[in-house]
């Protein structure tokens, strides 16, 4: 017996963790800088690490209590109704749920190249297929209304990362809007804000109150330090809103999940020191690398390398972890995160060095 054809399916390829590198290197985890998964250097907010730890004992409950809390309590952070917030595991598990109440089989989706290849992995697991518009370096990746539409042939999803994901260009409120206007009344356009805490462009959710046609999707893995906890969540139309009962997976986010994501929005002091510490590392990142960076509203910098494979080895070897961006379609291209004051110096430094000495690819 085999399963079905799953050709078309590209494995999603995650930044490399500090304890495989570390065992691949025979080194001590607390010796590595890793910078190239976009997480939060300072971890979560102390009251939710309280709260994961006084969720413990009540892990042999389905966590329906805690689901409606923060359900209630994001639609109260952004002016929603209830039924408008759809939690999930992680931002991943909105786009699963959106894909379910959207496609038909054969429905295609567009989605941004270089991108999240979470998009079409989840359209084409509910067969459907995937269309791309380029965010093109040649364009310093910037983001329009016209680039979209100039490959859009009617898709029912439209995927917009901003701040996108790995360049950290955004999509100013003009040019969504022009799109919300524009697409086809069957289209839904998905904003996908997993940065957007780190963003000077204010969040679309405010527009779910003019137009039918958008959803947004927010996280709590970036700027809340939760990403192991997998928790994240969807605002959608309010016309459409009941179709969430329909297509969620029941109870698929977890009781400690939501108590820590309730803790965490509670402690915004937690987020405004991480965002703020993410704007200075950028900042350092651009100014002090002897290499061409580009900017971004994101907690990461993308920096052309020449060679990102042997660069990215090459920083492995010295104990800074960074994102080899092949995967993406930039192999000249590395995207290191924000870190700390200490761990963003140190990679300056190793990167500087190694950049001089390894030729061009």
């Known amino acids: 017996m085999q399963p079905r054809d799953l050709s ?121 297929d995937a269309a791309q518009y380029e965010v093109s370096k040649g364009d310093d990746f910037e983001q329009t209304a016209d680039l979209v539409l100039d490959a859009y042939d009617g898709e029912r999803m439209v995927y917009l990362t901003t701040p996108h994901n790995p360049t950290g260009s955004v999509l100013p409120r003009d040019e969504l809007v022009e799109l919300a206007e524009s697409v086809e009344d069957h289209t839904l356009l998905v904003v996908d804000e997993a940065y957007g805490e780190f963003a000077e462009e204010p969040s679309a959710i405010d527009l779910l109150s003019e137009y039918d046609n958008i959803a947004v999707l927010r996280t709590f893995s970036k700027a809340y330090g939760l990403a192991g906890l997998r928790i994240g969540y969807a605002c959608v139309p309010e016309a459409w809103a009941d179709a969430y009962a329909r297509v969620n997976t029941p109870f698929a986010a977890s009781e400690v999940a939501c108590r820590a994501a309730l803790a965490a929005l509670d402690d915004e002091e937690h987020v405004e020191k991480s965002v703020e510490s ?84």
């Open 278 to 361: 993410a704007r200075w590392s950028r900042a350092y990142l651009r100014e002090h690398l002897d290499a061409p960076t580009w900017e971004s509203e994101g907690n990461f910098v993308l920096v052309e390398v020449g060679d990102a494979t042997a660069v990215t080895e090459a920083a492995q070897r010295e104990g800074v972890i960074v994102r080899d961006c092949g995967s993406f379609g930039l192999p000249e291209c590395i995207r290191v995160s924000c870190g700390t004051e200490a761990q963003t110096k140190r990679a300056v430094d190793v990167l500087n060095r190694i950049v001089s000495e390894v030729p061009p690819a």
């Open 8 to 128: 078309a399916h590209a494995p999603y390829v995650p930044g490399r963790g500090t304890e495989e590198v570390a065992r691949e290197l025979g080194m001590d985890p607390e010796d590595l800088t890793k910078l190239s998964s976009n997480e939060n250097p300072h971890g979560p907010s102390p009251k939710a690490v309280a709260a994961i730890e006084d969720a413990a004992p009540t892990v042999s409950v389905y966590p329906k209590t805690a689901h409606t809390d923060l359900t209630e309590r994001l639609a109260d952070k952004w002016g929603l109704e209830a039924e408008q917030v759809w939690v999930s595991p992680g931002a991943d598990g909105s786009i699963d749920y959106l894909t379910r109440a959207m496609l038909e089989p054969d429905d295609r989706i567009l989605e941004p190249s270089p991108g999240f290849s979470y998009y079409s992995m989840s359209a084409r697991y509910h067969h459907g």
